[in-house]
Structures are given as C-alpha cells and as structure tokens.
T-cell receptor, first 113, second 112 residues
C-alpha cells in the first residue's frame, strides 16, 4: 500500500479482555516495528521484525504482550488480559532494510476501562 | 541518564526566526540519527536523517551531527506557524538492526 495502515484506529476495551491490533506495512518494506506512546511520553520500543530473522522482543513489557508477522507482511500485536496501564497509542512503522528511518502508521489509540 | 535527551520546551520563536533544537545521546556506537515532527494527535513524520559528522541541509531544515560530543541538532530557518509541533530525536545503532531510541521531544511554538 501507499502507507502503513493500522486498524482499528480506536479501541476501547474492558479491563481483563484481550485485544488484537493490526499493522499492514508499506509494500516491499522488510522491517516492521511496534512502539507505544503514552500521553505526554516518548515512544517506547516494543518489538521489531526484520525479514525472516527472529524478532527482537526485548521491549515487550510483560508476557501478556505478543506479536507475530505473517508472510513477511501483516503484523498483529496481541495484548492479553488488558490492564489500565496498557492504555496508550500503539504505533506501527516499517522501513526498507535497516539503517534508514521509519514510516509510521496513524496508530491505534487503546483505552482500557 | 536517559539514552536520548531533549529539552521538553516549549521553545517559542517568532515567525521568520531560526529555531534550534538540540539532542544528546549516550550510546557511543550510534550510527544513525533522525528527526521526526509530530503534530498533536498525529503520528511522527520523518523530516531529516543524518549519518556522518557535519551538516546536512534539506530546504529550510539543517541537521548537524557531532559524534565526538554525542550531539545532534536541528535548525529550522524562516520558521512558520505550521512548524509548531513536537520534534523527536531518534538514534539507532545501525548495522544488522535498526531499533531506534527516541527522545521525549521538544515542543516548538512559532508565534506570529
């Protein structure tokens, strides 16, 4: 696609429920990243996929968070048993190879009530 | 010490002036440096990248890098009200991976 597409754009969920966030990167981009941004805070790295290599999961805050990337393209970030502190904007980005800057999607605003 | 540090601002400059935004980083092996602009409620947008010491110019924007001092800056000439946004500095190690570490951003306000 022309840009990085994320869905849904907004998600309100009850505490304890599971949520899935989707990211469709720019066609041909081999690297895909997930970050989150809490209100007034910087971007926090979550996970990074590069081609067929094992993902870098070093930023996932707990075992409630997981992500997969199917066929080297679309990625899904899953948060199980959501907590209020999970409320944030979840941003997906992609890049062609490594070393260059990212293109971000418009984000998913997650609110846990 | 934060890995990437920026003054949170707000930095206020009059229209037409030069805005100077600064960033320091702690990881000496960093190889790639980026500036992103983020409007309120929007996602970050890449505006500049720099990899070598010195200056890199693109239109009204100039990025400056000094690896010895672990310092990177962004100059915006002829500042416009539309430049009012938060500017994020991001640093990467490059090489086989490109996980970027972001600063918390500097809020810029360009006043009429």
């Amino acid at each position: 696609g022309a840009g990085v597409s994320q869905s849904p754009s907004n998600k309100v969920t009850e505490k304890g429920k599971d949520v899935e966030l989707r990211c469709d990167p720019i066609s041909g981009h081999t690297a895909l990243y997930w970050y989150r941004q809490s209100l007034g805070q910087g971007l926090e790295f979550l996970i990074y996929f590069q081609g067929n290599s094992a993902p870098d999961k070093s930023g996932l805050p707990s075992d409630r968070f997981s992500a997969e990337r199917t066929g080297g393209s679309v990625s899904t970030l899953t948060i199980q048993r959501t907590q209020q502190e999970d409320s944030a904007v979840y941003l997906c980005a992609s890049s062609y190879g490594t070393g260059g800057g990212y293109t971000f999607g418009s984000g998913t605003r997650l609110t846990v009530v | 010490q934060k890995e990437v540090e920026q003054n949170s601002g707000p930095l206020s400059v009059p229209e037409g002036a030069i805005a100077s935004l600064n960033c320091t980083y702690s990881d000496r092996v960093s190889q790639s440096f980026f500036w992103y602009r983020q409007y309120s409620g929007k996602s970050p947008e890449l505006i500049m990248s720099i990899y070598s010491n010195g200056d890199k110019e693109d239109g009204r924007f100039t990025a400056q890098l000094n690896k010895a001092s672990q310092y990177v800056s962004l100059l915006i000439r002829d500042s416009q009200p539309s430049d009012s946004a938060t500017y994020l500095c991001a640093v990467g190690r490059g090489g086989g991976g490109n996980k970027l570490t972001f600063g918390t951003g500097t809020q810029l306000k360009v006043e009429l």
